[in-house]
């Protein structure tokens, strides 16, 4: 199951990366997936909801998009080549914040 994914082609080496959110009760919320072959074959999910977290150490969910992914350059200062995506995070065990009242 997949929402709101965000994609990018790092540049370089081509490879298509997906970001991706799922539904918060699934085991990966949120993951990513890439493809060295334009899209034949993905790799297995790899989660990224540990490094998502909020620092009061909740689970925190980030949905994705609506937008698109970009990767900062090589020569960027301060974090070259690190992918952003545009999204917002909630945190589902409030109320109100999962859409249940």
């Known amino acids: ?9 790092l540049s ?3 490879e298509m990366v997906v970001l991706a959110s799922g ?7 949120n993951y ?11 790799s297995q999910p790899v989660p990224l909801t540990p490094t998502l977290n909020s620092s009061k150490g909740k689970a925190t969910v980030v949905a994705n998009g609506p937008g698109r ?6 020569g960027h ?9 545009s999204g917002y995070s909630f945190d589902p065990s409030q109320p109100g914040e ?4």
């Open 1 to 9: 199951m997949m929402s709101q994914a965000n994609a990018v082609v």
């Open 12 to 14: 370089g080496t081509g």
């Open 23 to 29: 539904h918060p009760n699934l085991v990966r919320p």
């Open 32 to 42: 990513q997936i890439s493809s060295m072959n334009n899209g034949i074959s993905w």
């Open 69 to 74: 992914a970009i990767q900062l350059s090589p």
């Open 77 to 85: 200062p301060i974090a070259p080549g690190r992918i952003l995506s």
């Open 98 to 101: 999962s859409g249940e009242q």
